[in-house]
């Protein structure tokens, strides 16, 4: 018996299952940043506060009585300030006292006369004092000196013990520095010097005439000259304590200290005897 063979009929399809729709995520939306206000290049008007002013009373505020100028010297005070003066000269060992007229008359010719030096001396009697002492009995000097110059006023002080010194090879070493180099002489004594301002000149001279118990003091001028003063033995005890006449020597160096060295210096001085400092 012949086979048969049937057709098998393709299965349709079922309708798709409907596809889920996927889960979005909610996006969180982004918050708004305020904007800046646009400037319009205008400024805004500023409020001023009004200034309080004072109630005007009509009173004037009584003024402070200002200081009245000090009275001139009279003639009793002038003469105590000269006696006084003269006196600490002889205790000092500079005059002696029977000069004491002749000191009188050398006052008088102090700038604005014998009442200017009491007014002077009532504020700062050392300078007063000091001064009229180097116009007296001393000679001064510019800063910059000539050697012949300074020498004769050297000898004719040292004349009144017959004392005599000689300048001799002077020469420059540096100018710049304003060294100088120079031969004193005095009878059978030579010495070589070395100096850049009176100061050291007259300090070679004192080495020489020293073992004649004389020397020159400086005083203090206040000022860019100097001033030298001839004294037989000097009492340097009562020089270095006294603060009527101002000295300037190693010896009288006994108030303080420099500020540039540390070398010590006087009380009144204006300058450093060591490095030249100048004090204000």
Known sequence: MPLRFWKKDKAEKGPEEAQKPEPTEEKEEAKEKPTPPVETGKLEPEVKKAEAKKPETGKVEPKKPEGKPAPPPTPQEIEAALNEAHAVFVDLGLTVPPTRPVFGKRVAGYPGGEAAFAASYRSERHRAVTRVLADWLGFRLPDAFEPDALLSEVNLRLSSFKLSIQLKDLTWLDKELNLRKAKLVMGDVER???????????????????????????????????????VREPRWDKIAATEWVVVKAEQTAKGGECGECGAPVGKYWSDCLKCGAVFG
């Open 192 to 230: 070589v010097v070395r100096f850049k301002d009176a100061r050291d000149f007259v300090k070679s001279v004192n080495e020489l005439i020293g073992s004649k118990k004389l020397a020159f003091l400086e005083l203090e001028t206040w000022g860019d000259d100097y001033a030298f003063l001839l």
